[in-house]
T-cell receptor, first 112, second 116 residues
Framework: DVKVTQSSRYLVKRTGEKVFLECVQD?????MFWYRQDPGLGLRLIYF???????EKGDIPEGYSVSREKKERFSLILESASTNQTSMYLC???????????FGPGTRLTVT | AQKITQTQPGMFVQEKEAVTLDCTYDTSDPSYGLFWYKQPSSGEMIFLIY??????QNATEGRYSLNFQKARKSANLVISASQLGDSAMYFCAMREVTGANSKLTFGKGITLSVRP
């Protein structure tokens, strides 16, 4: 079975802090994705990566950056956290043009 | 423009009955894929079912089936014989092609509550 893990289930950070969210998948998938989920808005794509050191902006990249130094790991970075980045963050991975993405358990981030 | 539309308010169904969750989509790409995911209160997204735009038959996976009406651009999820464990948020999603790769666009989701 594909396993996607995220470094934390719950995280509380202060405004202005630099925040790292880590995602690791164990199935050698090329594609990895970061979403945020907010009530009434569904899932919105922040960034995705289809290869090591490659990244593409999603629908809402502002205020975020990503890093993919190894195939299995995809990091989401909040350079200076703000309260409007309080949200649930979901990581996913997939093969090429897949039938589906596999999701991690999510990180609920609160910025105070 | 919204590409995936899920407009139903919270849905309720009696245990053991069937329920249909609506999804409409918009795309000009002749090749696309449609997905349904379940998100229970634990938060993890669980893949349920997939329908390709060129598939001749409606997809089925156990108690889940996808009522695919291409001309109407709808991809409704049908859950038969509802169980209490089906209570969750359900998301419809569409695969969009970006070069050699693809990404998913999600709807806003529908909350389903199964009553005993």
């Amino acid at each position: 079975d594909v396993k996607v893990t995220q470094s934390s289930r719950y995280l509380v950070k202060r405004t202005g802090e630099k925040v790292f969210l880590e995602c690791v998948q164990d199935m050698d998938h090329e594609n990895m994705f970061w979403y945020r989920q907010d009530p009434g808005l569904g899932l919105r794509l922040i960034y995705f990566s289809y290869d090591v050191k490659m990244k593409e902006k999603g629908d809402i990249p502002e205020g975020y950056s990503v890093s993919r130094e190894k195939k299995e790991r995809f990091s989401l970075i909040l350079e200076s956290a703000s309260t409007n980045q309080t949200s649930m963050y979901l990581c996913a991975s997939s093969l090429g043009r897949p039938k589906g993405q596999y999701f991690g358990p999510g990180t609920r981030l609160t910025v105070t | 423009a919204q590409k995936i539309t899920q407009t139903q308010p919270g849905m309720f169904v009696q245990e053991k009955e069937a329920v249909t969750l609506d999804c409409t989509y918009d795309t000009s790409d002749p090749s696309y894929g449609l997905f349904w995911y379940k998100q229970p209160s634990s938060g993890e997204m669980i893949f349920l079912i997939y329908q390709g735009s060129y598939d001749q038959q409606n997809a089925t996976e156990g108690r889940y089936s996808l009522n695919f009406q291409k001309a109407r651009k709808s991809a409704n999820l049908v859950i038969s014989a509802s169980q209490l464990g089906d209570s969750a948020m359900y998301f419809c999603a569409m695969r969009e092609v970006t070069g050699a790769n693809s990404k998913l666009t999600f709807g806003k989701g529908i909350t389903l509550s199964v009553r005993p």
